[in-house]
């Protein structure tokens, strides 16, 4: 039995690794273009695209990890049944009892796995993601002058541009700048040249115009305010980084723990429902790969992907649910794990035979 122990442990970890690697690539390549489409319109820098990719593939594992455990272990044993080594395997007088104790070998790693990304690794992700993002978007914000293309900044209250930028001094010529005040006041200004500069005592970024005039005043009143300079220095202020988020996926587990508000308990089950969700999956999965000699090594993969899609949609209507105070909070989502912890338990009991699964004399194949 250790034999057969290591060689179905090694077939389904293959497997399974296999598949999480490809939906993996599948998903941040969609991710990656995506952020590479607004790295293109300057919405970020190019040098965050991977920095963010590389947060998001953590966030990823969390939802890859039990899908690719569950359609790896579908694969492999429907690769044992096709090449019929099941066959020989049950002629040994080896049932799902034996066939569970690998399974749930790998199974318990791969949860413990999931819940140190879950639980720690996922939330510290998410967070830096946030960071990172809010960062990057500022540094767009600020980021080089194009020619002739107009750049926002302050949240769409400052708006500026240039006629032409000298790529290899970084000079800007034929300068316009408006700027709303939160007084209601604007700011026009009309520059011959000017550059970024950067303050060495406080850091701040500076736009420096030279031989301009500047216009200032309410739009609509004749009051305002003209001048004429040689050198003017503008501080290109960025709209201050919202940090704030209404999604607790970036919540500490530890503060989850300690918080009593509904979002947070819905945030912290459904992060319990992770490894939770695996387990349940690998209980399915061994009466649910058993195939027929004709049904071919992926018979049972659609099927598979129709129970984990049906899981996770019940899982996420349950948390909505919880979170609304439709349901208690003492039934949460545990319920959802029961039902196909139950379903998961009657399709063993027909694979082996309803006589036999409920303890009468009836000579059944696992």
Same mark, same amino acid.
């Given at each position: 039995? +250790?034999i057969v122990n290591r060689y179905i442990a090694r077939e389904s970890l293959a497997a399974w690794l296999a598949?999480?690697?490809?939906?993996?690539?599948?998903?941040?390549?969609?991710?990656?273009?995506?952020?590479?489409?607004?790295?293109?319109?300057?919405?970020?820098?190019?040098?965050?695209?991977? =920095?963010?990719?590389?947060?998001?593939?953590?966030?990823?594992?969390?939802?890859?990890?039990?899908?690719?455990?569950?359609?790896?272990?579908?694969?492999?044993?429907?690769?044992?049944?096709? &090449?019929? =080594?099941?066959?020989?395997?049950?002629?040994?007088?080896? #049932?799902?009892?034996?066939?569970?104790?690998?399974?749930?070998?790998?199974?318990?790693?791969?949860?413990?796995?999931?819940?140190?990304?879950?639980?720690?690794?996922?939330?510290?992700?998410?967070?830096?993601?946030?960071?990172?993002?809010?960062?990057?978007?500022?540094?767009? *914000?600020?980021?080089?002058?194009?020619?002739?293309?107009?750049?926002?900044?302050?949240?769409?209250?400052?708006?500026?541009?240039?006629?032409?930028? &000298?790529?290899?001094?970084?000079?800007?010529?034929?300068?316009?700048?408006?700027?709303?005040?939160?007084? #209601? *006041?604007?700011?026009?200004?009309?520059?011959?040249? #000017?550059?970024?500069?950067?303050?060495?005592?406080?850091?701040?970024?500076?736009?420096?115009?030279?031989?301009?005039?500047?216009?200032?005043?309410?739009? #609509?009143?004749? &009051?305002?305010? +003209?001048?004429?300079?040689?050198?003017?220095?503008? *501080?290109?202020?960025?709209?201050?980084?919202?940090?704030?988020?209404?999604?607790?996926?970036?919540?500490?587990?530890?503060?989850?723990?300690?918080? &009593?508000? +509904?979002?947070?308990?819905?945030?912290?089950?459904?992060?319990?429902?992770?490894?939770?969700?695996?387990?349940?999956?690998?209980? +399915?999965?061994?009466?649910?790969?058993?195939?027929?000699?004709?049904?071919?090594?992926?018979?049972?993969?659609?099927?598979?992907?129709?129970?984990?899609?049906?899981?996770?949609?019940?899982?996420?209507?349950?948390?909505?649910?919880?979170?609304?105070?439709?349901?208690?909070?003492?039934?949460?989502?545990?319920?959802v794990h029961i039902i196909f912890l139950v379903a998961g338990a009657l399709l063993l009991a027909h694979s082996?035979?309803?006589?036999?699964?409920?303890?009468?004399?009836?000579?059944?194949?696992?």
């Amino acid at each position: 039995m +250790i034999i057969v122990n290591r060689y179905i442990a090694r077939e389904s970890l293959a497997a399974w690794l296999a598949v999480t690697a490809v939906l993996l690539v599948i998903i941040s390549s969609h991710r990656f273009a995506r952020f590479l489409g607004e790295a293109a319109a300057g919405k970020l820098p190019g040098g965050a695209v991977f =920095e963010l990719l590389a947060y998001g593939s953590i966030g990823f594992l969390t939802v890859l990890v039990p899908v690719g455990f569950f359609l790896g272990l579908l694969m492999a044993f429907g690769r044992l049944y096709r &090449d019929s =080594e099941m066959t020989a395997l049950i002629a040994c007088g080896i #049932g799902p009892r034996q066939l569970y104790r690998p399974v749930f070998a790998l199974g318990l790693t791969a949860a413990v796995l999931l819940s140190g990304l879950t639980f720690y690794a996922s939330p510290w992700a998410a967070e830096q993601a946030l960071v990172s993002r809010r960062a990057a978007e500022k540094e767009a *914000e600020l980021g080089v002058f194009e020619s002739g293309r107009f750049k926002s900044a302050q949240g769409g209250n400052a708006v500026f541009y240039a006629e032409n930028v &000298d790529a290899r001094t970084g000079m800007l010529q034929g300068l316009f700048l408006s700027q709303r005040k939160p007084t #209601g *006041e604007q700011a026009v200004v009309s520059a011959r040249g #000017g550059e970024q500069k950067t303050d060495p005592a406080s850091g701040r970024r500076l736009l420096v115009l030279y031989d301009g005039v500047r216009y200032d005043g309410t739009p #609509g009143r004749a &009051d305002f305010r +003209i001048m004429e300079f040689a050198e003017h220095g503008v *501080e290109i202020a960025p709209s201050a980084p919202d940090l704030a988020t209404s999604k607790l996926n970036g919540v500490p587990t530890a503060v989850l723990l300690e918080a &009593d508000d +509904i979002a947070a308990i819905a945030e912290l089950q459904w992060r319990i429902s992770g490894p939770l969700m695996l387990l349940v999956l690998a209980f +399915i999965a061994v009466p649910l790969s058993r195939t027929r000699p004709r049904e071919g090594r992926y018979g049972r993969v659609i099927a598979g992907v129709l129970i984990y899609v049906a899981y996770s949609n019940v899982l996420g209507v349950a948390r909505l649910a919880v979170e609304r105070e439709q349901v208690p909070a003492w039934i949460g989502l545990w319920w959802v794990h029961i039902i196909f912890l139950v379903a998961g338990a009657l399709l063993l009991a027909h694979s082996l035979g309803w006589r036999y699964a409920f303890g009468r004399t009836q000579a059944v194949h696992a």
